[in-house]
């Protein structure tokens, strides 16, 4: 146990946690931002141009934005000084301003890290601005809010966004093994308790690490691993058997999309608090609840789709928790709405009659004559404006006329399906009798 202490710092009564003895010294060292950070990374090509400008990290927590900022600052060799928006006042400010513009003096640069940036108002965000515009510092701001939504247009046309995503299974597991590494020994885990560990982190490495540490440091009864239920109770959190790469994801997935489907609003409501409380993408749910919008509800209900589109960016705004709230509401409002599928089959079976007749023309009425030599070869002849005619309807065909006329949409009595095909049987009589 000495040894765990040591390697974790928290000899001689100095406890220092281990995610903080654990932060990368190297760029390359950071996990899970390869767009970013990799070899053909945006910010490593920009420290290799050597031109690091003012930006803003956007990202959710345990993701490595203080340890980017701070690596940002060594290998542009600038101080680096940090605030926090949450502790910082006016007061703080003036200081901080002072202290880099006496740097700067001296022939020394300043990145200013400030956490949680979007907790500035605006006038405190407004003041940067001139210390970022004379390069008294290099602004580096993190944030797990849009920044489009909470940082000030002039404070973001000084400064590029960047995001970061949650770790995945892969950049968890790289800290999980750097923890082993450190404590020169493996966790005391069952292969489910090192998965449920990762699902839990819910793409936190700081979370990850810290668990890490709890579970290093805990006693395993009997000698033997902790099992999954038993690092649930040391974590204080629920650890769902759910493999978000594997079968459990495409299971749940299914599971949901069919309770829906079936309007059964309560199992659909607890399949998809499983896969969140699980440790899934929420954009993986949301997603799959747009396909839902469109292939299960359809046009029984044109609601839904533009519903389940307000639904992303609502989450994108609020981020987690208040994002699932969002994510609620659509799941009961696709569940209790009524179904169709039948704009879906329509387009699978055009699909299909377009693969067949291969690359028949239009018939002529369907084409636009902007010049008088395709006037002359009958483009639009036959034409009529449906403006212009009764209730709106020609009565045309659009078919190639060689193709004949095929019926692929046939709508549903429900919902306001049922509209849509009263007023196609309408449209297919007066086609005829035209």
Known sequence: MSDLFASAGMENDAPTPLAEQLRPTRLADVVGQEALLGPEGKLTRLIAAGRLSSLVLWGPPGVGKTTIARLLADEAD??????????????????????????????RGTLLFVDEIHRFNKAQQDGF???????????????????????????LSRAQVYVL??????????????????????????????????????????????????VLAAVPPDGRPFTLEELSQLADRRAPKYDKAGDGHYNLASALQKSIRGSDVDAALYWAARMLEGGED???VLRRLIVIASEDVGNA????LPLAIAARDAFHMLGRPEGD??????????????KSNASHVAFKQAKTAARETGSLAPPMHALNAPTATMKDLGYSEGYKYDHEAE?????????PEEMGRRQF????????DREIAGRLAEWRAKRVAG
Do not use: C, W
Request: no cysteine.
């Open 325 to 338: 709230i969002a994510i609620g509401q659509l799941v009961a409002y696709l569940a209790t709405a009524p």
């Open 282 to 284: 929420p954009m993986f």
């Open 391 to 399: 209730e709106g309807f020609a009565g045309l065909d659009y078919f």
């Open 165 to 214: 995503k949650a770790l995945d299974a892969a950049a968890l597991e790289a800290l999980l093994k750097r923890a082993e590494d450190a404590a020169g020994r493996s966790l005391p885990l069952s292969l489910d308790a090192r998965e449920g560990l990762v699902a839990i982190s819910d793409g936190d490495g700081r979370f990850a690490l810290t668990l890490a540490e709890t």
């Open 409 to 416: 949409y046939e709508p549903t009595d429900r919902g306001y």
């Open 301 to 304: 209900d044109p609601r839904a």
């Open 129 to 155: 601005l001139p210390h970022m515009e004379d390069g008294t510092i290099v602004l580096v701001g993190a944030t797990t809010e849009n920044p489009s939504f909470e940082l000030n247009a002039a404070l």
């Open 78 to 107: 600038l101080d680096f000084e940090q605030i926090s928006a949450i502790f910082t006042g006016v007061a703080d400010l003036r200081k901080v301003f002072a202290r880099a513009k006496a740097r700067r003096s001296s022939g």
